[in-house]
């Protein structure tokens, strides 16, 4: 149920389109890692977003809570368009992966590496395990937090 609430696209709010959608985008990319863990880890950090920037709503004080349109986009196309988006990317190899972020008006961001449990691999690697790994990256990654749209520091 929660991720048909990150999903949702307004009328006209593509990738592609200049006009601006009634909500703040998320654009995370995924770049393809060996052994299919790819797809289900950018499933499983599209979630941990989700849960990240509905608690940093919550936060937020005496506003009114606008969660984030959550957006998969193709690897190097994260770059925010519009202010109060934020663009996020899965980047590494070597059994390492980390997150970059930027916001629409500030510098690229990293969180720290961290070691994919069990090889890296979907085949091995069980579901739960990946979304613990996912909201771990998500966790780590200091700043992340308070470039979410909706974080209690940040503008409307």
Avoid at 29 to 52: D, F, H, I, K, V
């Amino acid at each position: 149920m929660l991720l048909a609430a990150l999903l949702p696209m307004s009328a006209g709010a593509g990738s592609g389109s200049a006009e601006r959608p009634e909500r703040p985008v998320i654009r995370l990319s995924c770049a393809p890692q060996p052994g299919g863990l790819g797809e289900a880890l950018c499933r499983a950090l599209m979630l941990a977003l989700g849960e990240m920037s509905a608690g940093a709503g919550k936060r937020a004080a005496l506003r009114p809570v606008i969660r984030p349109v959550i957006r998969h986009v193709p690897a190097g196309a994260e770059r925010p368009v519009h202010p109060g988006d934020l663009g996020v990317a899965l980047d590494g190899g070597n059994g390492a992966l980390r997150l970059r972020w930027q916001r629409s008006s500030g510098g690229v961001q990293h969180g720290p590496a961290l070691r994919v449990p069990g090889g890296g691999s979907a085949k091995t690697l069980p579901q739960n395990s990946v979304n613990l790994f996912a909201r771990k990256l998500v966790q780590v990654s200091s700043g992340l937090y308070d470039s979410l749209p909706g974080a209690p520091n940040r503008n409307p």
